[in-house]
C-alpha cells in the first residue's frame, strides 16, 4: 500500500471564526491586530480589507489612515491552534490518523482510505466542500509525501498528485514550499534559486555547509528519500473497526443495523487473532460534528456478538443520533481469549464457563458494573487488608484464602466502636452494645491474636473472639491492646457469621 497524505491550509481561518460568529463581519472592512512595542500590527485581514490596500504586517494606525471605516479585533493567539485541533478531530471522518500542522494547517494519513470515496480526487474533493459548507476557506492536495502535499497546498495548483509523481510537481515550485526559513529562502533567491529544481542539481555536502542541515532534511522529505511521520492528536485503539454511511442514519434500527455488522467484522477478526472483547467503545460521528458514545465492559474476553450486542443494546436510550450520523467507530481494547469445552455445573470449571460471565456482564450492564465483584486473598495479616478485587472472573490467586480459622460472611469495610462488659481481662464479653440494642453474649470462642503489620502502620494487636448473643446471632468482635491500669482497651465489631 503506497502512503497518501492530504495537507490542508487555512489561509484565513481566525478571519472564517469571526466571520462565522458574526455573519454581518463579511460585508464590511476588518482586521485583527496584536500588540507589538506600543503599536497594533495587522495580523490577519478579512476580503474586503484587502480590496482596500489593507495589508497584513500593516502597523493599525497607519491602515485606518487609508480607510477610516475600518473595524479591528484583537487577535488570540490560542484561538487558532484550538481551532485546528478541533478541525482535526473532526477529520477522523476520512482517516483515523490526522494531525494539526502549526501555524495554520492539517495532516491527514490517507494511506488506504481515498477508495472509500471513489478514489483521491473525490476523497480531498469531499474534504473540501464539507469544510466550505462549515465556513472555512481551505486549500488541499493529496501526494506521497507529507512536504509534496504541503507544498501543492500552498504554492501549487494541483490537488492530486499522482502515485509516484510527486518529485515532478515539486520541480517547479519555490524553495518556500520546502518548509524552511525565510533567512534561508531569501538568501537562495539572492543567488538565482528560485525553482526547487535548482537545488536538485547542487551536493547535498554544498547544500548542508552553506544553507544547514533543515534544508537538505526538507528536500529528502519532499522527495521520499527520508520518512516522515505524524503525531496523530487522537491516539487510536490498536483494535478498531469504522463504517461510514453514504446517507446519515438516524433511526434505531439502522444504528442496529450498523452495529451488528461492525460486531461481526470485530470478532471474526479477533477470532482469528486469539483475542476478544473485554472493553469495547461504540461511537457515532454526527452531522453537527457532535460524537455520542456507549460503552461496555465484560467479565472475560468475549467474541460472542449476540451477548456483546444484548450489552449495547442496553445502553441505547443514551445514544442520541440526533440529525444523523455519517460515521460508526467500534474501538475495544482486547485480552487473549481462547474457546474451552465446558460444563456449567462441574465445579471445577464454572468460572470458565461463558454462560456464567455473560450472565455477570448482562447484570453488570443493568445495576453497574461496579455492583458485582469477585475477590481474592491478599497477603495481609488484618482481615480488611486480606482480600483485594481481581480483575477478571478467571484470575488465578496468587495465595490461599485462611480456612483453619472461621471467618465471618459479613466482613465490615471498617471495625465498628462497641461498648462491652467482661469479667476480667483477657476474657471474652458477657454483653456488648452495638447501635443502642444490648446483647448478651451466650457463647464464646478465642481469642485469636492479629498482630499489626508493622511494615504498614504502628498500632494494637488484636484478640479477635467469636461470639453468640441469646437469639442466635454469631458476631466477630475483638479488643484492641491489653489491658493497663491506666485506661481500658476498646472493642470493636468487626463482621458478622451466617
Known amino acids: 500500500m503506497n502512503p497518501r497524505y492530504v495537507s490542508i491550509w487555512f489561509p484565513h481561518l481566525s478571519i472564517d471564526w469571526f466571520e462565522l460568529r458574526q455573519p454581518e463581519l463579511r460585508k464590511i472592512a476588518f482586521v485583527l491586530v496584536t500588540p507589538d512595542h506600543g503599536r497594533k500590527i495587522i495580523t490577519a485581514a478579512n476580503a474586503v480589507a484587502i480590496k ?87 486549500k488541499a492536495a493529496i501526494a506521497d509525501t507529507i512536504g509534496a502535499a504541503w507544498a501543492q497546498a500552498r504554492f501549487g495548483k494541483q490537488m492530486v498528485i499522482e502515485v509516484s509523481q510527486h518529485s515532478d510537481a515539486l520541480m517547479t515550485l519555490p524553495p518556500n514550499a520546502l518548509r524552511i526559513e525565510e533567512e534561508v529562502v531569501e538568501r537562495l533567491h539572492k543567488l538565482g534559486l528560485v525553482q526547487i529544481k535548482n537545488l536538485v542539481s547542487i551536493p547535498l555536502k554544498s547544500l548542508r555547509r552553506r544553507f544547514g542541515k533543515l534544508l537538505v532534511q526538507r528536500l529528502n522529505q519532499a522527495f521520499g528519500m527520508e520518512e516522515e511521520f505524524i503525531d496523530p492528536i ?35 477478526r479477533l477470532a482469528k487473532e486469539g483475542k476478544g472483547i ?11 460534528n457532535k460524537i455520542v458514545e456507549i460503552k461496555i465492559a465484560t467479565s472475560r474476553a468475549s467474541i460472542n456478538t449476540n451477548h456483546l450486542f444484548h450489552l449495547f443494546e442496553l445502553k441505547f436510550s443514551t445514544f442520541e443520533p440526533g440529525l444523523g450520523i455519517e460515521l ?16 456449567f455445573w462441574k465445579e471445577s470449571t464454572a468460572l470458565n464457563n461463558n454462560l456464567l460471565s455473560e450472565l455477570i456482564d448482562r447484570i453488570s450492564g443493568k445495576i453497574g458494573s461496579s455492583s458485582i465483584q469477585r475477590y481474592l486473598p491478599d497477603e495481609h495479616y488484618l482481615p480488611e487488608r486480606s482480600y483485594k478485587p ?23 469495610s471498617s471495625p465498628e466502636f462497641i461498648q462491652v462488659t467482661a469479667p476480667i481481662p483477657d476474657y471474652p464479653p458477657m454483653m456488648f452494645r452495638y447501635k443502642g440494642k444490648l446483647h448478651k453474649v451466650i457463647k464464646a470462642d478465642g481469642p485469636e491474636r492479629i498482630e499489626q503489620e508493622w511494615w504498614i502502620q504502628e498500632g494494637e494487636h488484636r484478640d479477635y473472639y467469636a461470639v453468640e448473643d ?21 472493642w470493636f465489631l468487626h463482621g458478622f457469621f451466617a
Open 278 to 288: 473485554r472493553v469495547a467503545s461504540f461511537k457515532g460521528y454526527r452531522i453537527d
Open 328 to 343: 460508526f467507530l467500534l474501538e475495544a481494547k482486547v485480552e487473549d481469549h481462547m474457546p474451552l469445552q465446558e460444563r
Open 52 to 138: 482596500n490596500d489593507i495589508t497584513v504586517g500593516t502597523v493599525l494606525a497607519d491602515a485606518r489612515a487609508i480607510y477610516p471605516a475600518l473595524q479591528y479585533f484583537d487577535d488570540k493567539s490560542e484561538l487558532v491552534p484550538r481551532l485546528l485541533k478541533r478541525i482535526a478531530s473532526w477529520c477522523i471522518r476520512f482517516t483515523p490518523r490526522a494531525t494539526v500542522d502549526l501555524p495554520s494547517g492539517i495532516v491527514l494519513d490517507a494511506s488506504g482510505c481515498t477508495h472509500l470515496w471513489g478514489g483521491d480526487h473525490e476523497y480531498v474533493t469531499d474534504i473540501l466542500t464539507r469544510l466550505e459548507k462549515k465556513g472555512y476557506h481551505a
Open 234 to 268: 487522537d491516539v487510536q485503539e490498536p483494535y478498531q473497526e469504522r463504517l461510514p454511511c453514504i446517507e446519515p442514519i438516524s433511526t434505531r434500527e439502522g444504528i442496529e443495523i450498523a452495529l451488528r455488522q461492525l460486531l461481526e467484522m470485530f470478532c471474526s
Open 470 to 490: 441469646e437469639e442466635g446471632c454469631r458476631y466477630w468482635i475483638f479488643r484492641s491492646g491489653h489491658y493497663e491500669e491506666e485506661k481500658n482497651p476498646k
Open 390 to 412: 481481581a480483575t477478571s472472573l478467571i484470575e488465578e490467586p496468587t495465595t490461599q484464602w485462611i480456612t483453619h480459622r472461621p471467618r465471618p460472611l459479613q466482613l465490615l
